[in-house]
Structures are given as C-alpha cells and as structure tokens.
C-alpha cells in the first residue's frame, strides 16, 4: 500500500471558558497526549516539532510532520509448539487450524511456518506483514487516550443535543477540528465529529465561524480574523509587554507575580491592559493587604514607585479592545472600592484590641483534634523556644523569644486574616508595632512562618530564627504524634516544608544542634503518651529533608548518603554541610575512588566476619586494640604504621574542622591496603592471628572514614 507523505496536522477542542489555573496544564497533557499516542502508532515523524496552543475556549496542537499511514511492519506471531501444532507426517492439527483461523489465516500458510527454539522446546511461528494503522485511526486512538489522561481538576457531565447521551468533560465541548494538511480527518471525541470550522473571539472578531484552510494557517486565521492569540506564551509576552509599557507611562512599575500574570493570561483571548486608580485613603491600609485583595479577588496588578512602595494606581487586562476604554476603567474603579473598603474596615476594627487581649481567645480556636487548641500550641512553642535559647546559650534573647513566641498565633483571630489567611504573621507584624512592640519581637512574629517555600527568606533577626524553629518543631512532632503524615504528593499538613525549614534554619544559620537534642527538646513540650508516639520519627523524616537539601545544591547522592547515612541523629546538621561538599568533590577524583574501593573491600571482609563494623567516625571508639607483637607479616605491620601515621595525621586534621584536607591525607592508604590484600591471609589458621587482623582493618575502616563512609561512595 502507497504511504502518504508527512502533512502538519492540527486537533483543536473548542469548549467552553476552561478553568484558568489549571489552563497551562490541561494545554501540556492534551498535546503531549495527542503527540504520544501518534508516536504509539508510528505516524508521527522522529523529529516533528509539536506546537500547542491553549486560550480560555480552546486546546490545540499542531504538529508538523504527520503521516498518512504508518508503514508496514514485521509481525512474529507464536502459535504453539510444534510437538502440538503438527501431526508426525507435519499435517496441521485442528488445535493449530484454531489458532491460525484467530489471526485470520488458514491451512495455507501452514508450509510457511517457522520452527524456533523457544527455550527447550520448538515452537511454530507465523511471520507476517501487518498494515500499518491509517491517520483516522491511529488519531482516533491518540485523541481518546489523550482525553481520558487530562489532568481536569473536576469534572463536569453535560448532554449533548440529542438529549440523551451524557458526556464528561472539564467543560461542555462545541467544536473538533482535525486537519492533516487541508483535509479533514474523520475522528470523533465527545459527541462531535471532526470538521474544519471553530471561533473566534466573541466581540472582536472580524469573521464568525471561521473555517480554517489547513493546519498551518490556524494561528493567523484567529488572529486576523478572529482576534485572537492563540499560543498561551505569546499571548503572555504581550500582555507582560502591555503591563511594563502601561506602568511605564506612569514611571511605575507593576508587581512582580507570574502566577498571577499565567492566570490573568488563561483568562482572555485578547489582551488589552489599562490604567486605573482608587482613592489614595485607602493607603493607610498596610500595602499587603491591597494587594492581596486586589490580584487574589479582581486579577488586578497593582503599582509600585521607584521605591517599591504602593501607589494608588492599578492595571487591569481586559478582554476587550473597544476605542473608548472609559467605562472599563471606571467599572473597574467602581468594583475594588467596596473590596478596599472592605480590607479598611477589617484593619480599623482589628486595631481595636490588643494582640496580648487575643491571646486567651487562642484557647477556643482548634487546631487539630489530638493536639489541642492554637493556645495549647502557643505554650509548646513557648517551652521550646526557651530550651533553644538556653542551648544557645544566649540569655539576652529570652524576653524578646518568649514575648514573641506568646503573641506571634495572635492574629490568627483577626478580622483581617480572617478574611486573607495568607496574610498571618504579616498583620501580627503590623499590629504589634502599632502597640509599641520592639522590631525584633514585631519581625518575629511575621518571620516565624518562613521559609514558607522553596527560595524563601529565613527570618529576619535571631529572635525570628529561634522562633520560627521552634514553631516548626512543634508542627512536625506534633503531627507525627497525632499519626499525620506525608504520602506521595499529599501533604495536606506541609510536613515536608517545615522539615525543610528545620533545615535550612540549621545549616543556613549554623545553629549548633543535634536532630537528637532539637526533638528532645519538643517531645518534652508534649504529654508523655503523645511523645512516646512520635519518637523517632519526626528526626528520620527531617534527616531525609537534609539529604534532598543537599542534593538540591547539586551534590551527588552517594557523597550525600556516604555522610548523612553513618552520621546519626547526634550529630550536629550544620556541621555536615562542608564535610559532604568535601566528600563531593574527593569522590570525583581517582585517588578518591581508588581509597573507596580499599574501603569497600575491608567493608565486605568485616560484615562476613563476627566482627562489628565501625560506623561512627573515630577509630578512638573502637574497644579492642591492634597487637603488633601478633604480626607474622611485613605488610600487616606496614598498614599498623601507615594508619599511625597517615590516619592520626588525617584525624585530627577533620577534628580541626579541615574535612577536604583530611580526605587527601588519606590517600596514601590506599598502597600499604593494597598491599595487605595482596600478600596477608586475613583468616588465617591460627584464630589469634585471625582476630588481630581483622582488628587491623576495623581500625583501618574507621580511620579512612572518619570524614564520611567512603565505602558507599565507591563505583
């Protein structure tokens, strides 16, 4: 059968308005889905560029090289053994006549067969040619699978016309294009069969329908005749291109917000920015608050001076162009007063009451059903706090720690984080200055939260930091004692950000505890019952953060785990962050692979024998001592004098804190270790002289690792 040559091809859904977060991902899965279940078929060129195109009412994707048909291929059917298929005199067997009658073939092809071992025995094969699948139905197959496979965060059921059939989908579908080239190809998904007409915008557009020419020209038919963007990242570019210009006019600058700009941008076809302003009363609000209500609520964009401070001036993207914007700027105007006034309202009501007045309203505000209410968890953050200061050894922050550790859930009872509860902490901040709370206790209370995401600042002063780890203490053993957990990508507590926090505030700000001390310290701010469910735990879950942290700095693994993994809960976290980056970098040279490979050899020798093996980093803890009067050979006795040498060179070098510099001290072991392996029987006869090397090479292990696990770095 003649192939058709490759053609672009375009699929389009035409629906109604799609919800707008979820746009860009509902766009990625529908093209990606079309172009594997193409690729599946072997209809889609190895190097076709694949395009996808998304707007409020559309899902497209084009894709340039397409074939007609697939070609045709090799099929190796396996029938059955040839002891069963075939009679002695080699006629066919009914059980074979069966078989060959399901394929779709007869008696005929019996001489055709193949014989192939299979295994032990013979088997028959039937060789063939299967025609390769046409464009309809190898899309067909592609389209229904890329449907069912979109990531639609609720699904609607509507009926079609005929009303009867009912169809499920992200939003009712009104419209299928599927053009290969300038043809149609007759595919059919969600009760509408393929044709070559969709839609514009709903006022702008020059033409409507539109009937699309071929798959190439879909793009600049919207625009020109139906004005409309249709590639999401062009439309994006534009309407960002419109905001700078816009706020540049005015010598101001618009807030910085990509969510922000992807949601406004999945909300129109055709962006058209404006300027509006509010009443400059409505400044006296803290900034955070406008302008929270104005991107959460209305999609607005606030402005910004040259100082980064709010202006009374806003954009707005609207999805009409019309020559006199006049009633847009002033129904835009007219619709965030009440929403300003509203967020005034809730701010002059809050600053009625004290933040400390709120404080024994924290009582009645549940904050999980085994732990108690947000005032039981004030007094936990509180005691923690304290022993995290007293390890600090820093008595001068007590007053400001425990001040602010007592006001800092405060706001959680305000009218005003009522409303945006995005914005707790940030009010706490705003309000305890108002009262004439020190900056440091002020900062605090809104620093406490942080970091609250990937990139996030650490607090701001030591009474932030203090805090912020002590409220993260109490939320992951807490939640671990009353059996919450995070599963897969469900983490409905952020157990694994305050895990990460806990760590950054560690390493970042080089606070000397150990995960031991710092979850001792919380389980005791909890009733006995509740800590002995949440030991040991939380300080695992935390460890594994550290490792992900690690590797987020780009650190290989094995360097990562080679530290992380022999080093415990007692050991201080701060202080692992330059032992990995040293064990990074030894790992990546030849000397260092050559010492981990000695490593892994004395590993494997010392876990066959009765013998423990070293896991800690100080030959100084191992109980039994190497008797040199027991060596029969010269080479035990040349790795005793190496590892006096060289190791106790390379111990105290990492006991100074000099970690790279006691990996290279190292590497002159690896000869006389060599060596040993080479010319000295370890299980020897006599068990004595048995016993004392293996000694030998505990104390070997345990000098070579006194920087990391060198025997899990080893290839």
């Not at 439309?235 to 992807?262: F, M, S, W």
């Not at 024994?360 to 509180?382: A, E, N, T």
């Not at 305050?498 to 700000?509: D, F, P, Q, T």
């Not at 009733?527 to 949440?534: D, G, I, M, Y």
Request: aromatic share 6%; proline share 6%.
């Amino acid at each position: 059968m003649a192939t058709v040559p490759p053609r672009p091809l375009l699929v389009e859904l035409f629906v109604e308005e799609l919800p707008p977060k979820a746009l860009p991902r509902l766009a990625a899965a529908f093209a990606d889905g079309i172009a594997a279940g193409l690729r599946a078929e072997s209809l889609l060129e190895a190097n076709a560029i694949v395009a996808s195109y998304a707007t409020p009412r559309r899902l497209a994707v084009l894709i340039d090289a397409v074939a007609g048909r697939a070609a045709d291929r090799p099929v190796s059917h396996k029938l059955m053994p040839a002891s069963v298929g075939l009679t002695v005199s080699g006629e066919a067997t009914p059980a074979l006549l069966k078989k060959l009658a399901a394929l779709g073939a007869d008696a005929t092809v019996v001489p055709r067969l193949q014989r192939r071992l299979d295994g032990k025995s013979e088997t028959l094969f039937l060789d063939a040619v299967a025609a390769g699948a046409s464009l309809a139905e190898g899309l067909q197959r592609a389209l229904d699978r890329a449907i069912a496979q979109l990531p639609i965060p609720k699904v609607m059921q509507y009926q079609l016309e005929d009303g009867w059939t009912s169809v499920s989908f992200v939003r009712p579908a009104h419209g299928l294009v599927a053009l290969h080239g300038d043809e149609v190809v007759p595919v059919r998904a969600l009760g509408l069969d393929a044709g070559r007409t969709t839609h514009g915008h709903r006022f702008e557009g020059s033409r409507a329908p539109i009937v699309v020419r071929d798959a190439t020209s879909y793009a600049a038919q919207l625009r020109d005749e139906g004005a409309v963007i249709a590639g999401f990242a062009e439309r994006k570019d534009e309407t960002l291109r419109q905001l700078q210009a816009a706020a540049a006019a005015a010598h101001l600058a618009p807030v910085d917000d990509d969510a922000l700009l992807d949601e406004v941008t999945a909300l129109v076809e055709l962006p058209n920015v404006l300027t509006c302003r509010f009443d400059p009363e409505f400044l006296a609000v803290p900034p955070e608050c406008l302008v929270l209500t104005m991107k959460a609520n209305q999609k607005y964009f606030p402005l910004l001076d040259a100082e980064g401070r709010l202006t009374n001036r806003f954009l707005v993207v609207s999805n009409i162009a019309p020559a006199d914007p006049s009633r847009i700027v002033e129904g835009n105007e007219r619709v965030v007063r009440p929403r300003l006034a509203d967020a005034k309202f809730f701010y002059d009501q809050d600053r009625k009451r004290t933040l400390e007045s709120r404080v024994p309203g924290l009582d009645k505000v549940v904050y999980h059903g085994k732990l108690g209410s947000q005032g039981d968890r004030v007094r936990r953050v509180r005691r923690i706090a304290a022993a995290i200061v007293e390890g600090l050894s820093a008595i001068a922050l007590a007053t400001d720690v425990d001040r602010a550790a007592s006001l800092a859930k405060a706001d959680l009872t305000t009218d005003m984080v009522g409303e945006f509860p995005e914005l707790q902490g940030v009010m706490g901040r705003y309000y305890a200055l108002a009262e004439g709370e020190s900056e440091e206790v002020a900062f605090a209370i809104e620093d406490h939260y942080r970091p609250k995401f990937s990139g996030d600042g650490l607090p701001r002063n030591q009474v932030g930091v203090v805090l912020a780890l002590a409220d993260k203490l109490e939320t992951v053993t807490g939640l671990f004692a009353a059996g919450e957990r995070a599963t897969g990508d469900k983490d409905p507590y952020a157990l694994r950000r305050n895990a990460l926090g806990i760590v950054r505030l560690l390493v970042e700000r080089k606070l000397p505890f150990s995960l031991a001390d710092l979850f001792k310290h919380a389980l005791e701010a909890f009733p006995r019952e509740l800590a002995q469910a949440s030991w040991p735990e939380p300080s695992q879950f935390v460890l594994e953060r550290a490792k992900g942290y690690f590797a987020e700095q780009g650190l290989q693994s094995r360097a990562i785990e080679a530290v992380l993994g022999p080093a415990g809960m007692g050991t201080v976290l701060s202080e692992l962050a330059p032992i990995v980056q040293s064990a990074d970098r030894f790992i990546a040279t030849a000397a260092g692979q050559q010492l981990a490979t000695a490593n892994k050899r004395i590993t494997n020798i010392l876990r066959k024998s009765d013998f423990d093996v070293p896991m800690g980093f100080s030959p100084r803890a191992l109980k039994q001592q190497v008797d040199p009067t027991l060596f029969k050979e010269d080479h035990e006795r040349a790795l005793y004098m190496a590892l006096q040498t060289i190791g106790k060179t390379a111990l105290e070098l990492r006991e100074k804190g000099r970690y790279a510099d006691s990996l290279d001290a190292l590497v002159p072991l690896s000869e006389p270790v060599r060596l040993f392996f080479e010319n000295v029987m370890v299980n020897a006869d006599d068990e004595i002289v048995r016993d004392n090397r293996i000694r030998l090479l505990q104390h070997a292990r345990a000098y070579m690792n006194q920087v990391a696990d060198l025997s899990i770095m080893a290839g």
